[in-house]
């Protein structure tokens, strides 16, 4: 089974603050995502990695980086955390070939 | 426009039903077509591919794809209020290894 792990559940931070959320997946996909999905709004994809250290921006990756320093990882960082990035965080890999996404459990954020 | 268009719903049918959830794609060299399943407060799973015209079956779903009229579909056969949930499509477009999501449909079951 195809598993893909998000270090946190919930996370509370404070305003300012910086925020890393990790991924770790262990089926050697070349690709992994970063999204965020709030009501209304359904997912969007705030950056893309298809290889160790490279990296593409999605749809909203302002006020967002990430790092991919080995293959299995993915870090989503939030340089100065702001309360309009309170969300669920999804993180999610997949085959270059087969491009089926497995997602994480998600990391709901809330910045206060 | 939105590139994949859902139907946001809710669409609620009586258990023992046939539910179908329609998603259109505004791509038409894309490929790759997905089903994905997301309980309230958790993230999505995949459902069902699709790559090829026509009807693809696994246990009671049936997934359709009409790449001619840019239109994919699920059908949930003998629904069950298990199967209430949010029902995402997603496409892979031509170029790049994204996929597009739609909105998703919230699915209701009512015994």
Redesign the interface.
């Given at each position: 089974d195809v598993k893909v792990t998000q270090s946190s559940r919930y996370l509370v931070k404070r305003t300012g603050e910086k925020v890393f959320l990790e991924c770790v997946q262990d089926m050697d996909h070349e690709?992994m995502?970063w999204y965020r999905q709030d009501p209304g709004?359904?997912?969007r994809?705030i950056y893309?990695s298809?290889d160790v250290k490279m990296k593409e921006k999605?749809d909203i990756p302002e006020g967002y980086s990430v790092s991919r320093e080995k293959k299995e990882r993915f870090s989503l960082i939030l340089e100065s955390a702001s309360t309009n990035q309170t969300s669920m965080y999804?993180c999610a890999s997949?085959f270059?070939a087969k491009?089926?996404?497995?997602?994480?459990?998600?990391t709901r954020l809330s910045v206060l | 426009q939105k590139e994949v268009e859902q139907n946001s719903g809710p669409l609620s049918v009586p258990e023992g039903a046939i539910a179908s959830l329609n998603c259109t794609y505004s791509d038409r060299g894309s490929q790759?077509f997905?089903w994905y399943r997301q309980y309230s407060g958790?993230?999505?799973?995949?459902i069902m591919?699709i790559y090829s015209n026509g009807d693809k079956e696994d246990g009671r779903f049936t997934a359709q794809l009409n790449k001619a009229s840019q239109y994919v579909s699920l059908l949930i056969r003998d629904s069950q209020p298990s199967d209430s949930a949010t029902y995402?499509c997603?496409v892979?477009p031509n170029a790049g290894?994204?996929?597009t999501?739609?909105?998703?449909t919230r699915l209701m079951v009512k015994p």
């Open positions: 690709n995502f709004l359904g997912l994809l893309f298809y999605g999804l997949s270059v491009n089926i996404q497995y997602f994480g459990a998600g | 790759s997905f958790k993230s999505p799973e995949l591919s995402l997603a892979k290894n994204m996929l999501f739609g909105g998703g």
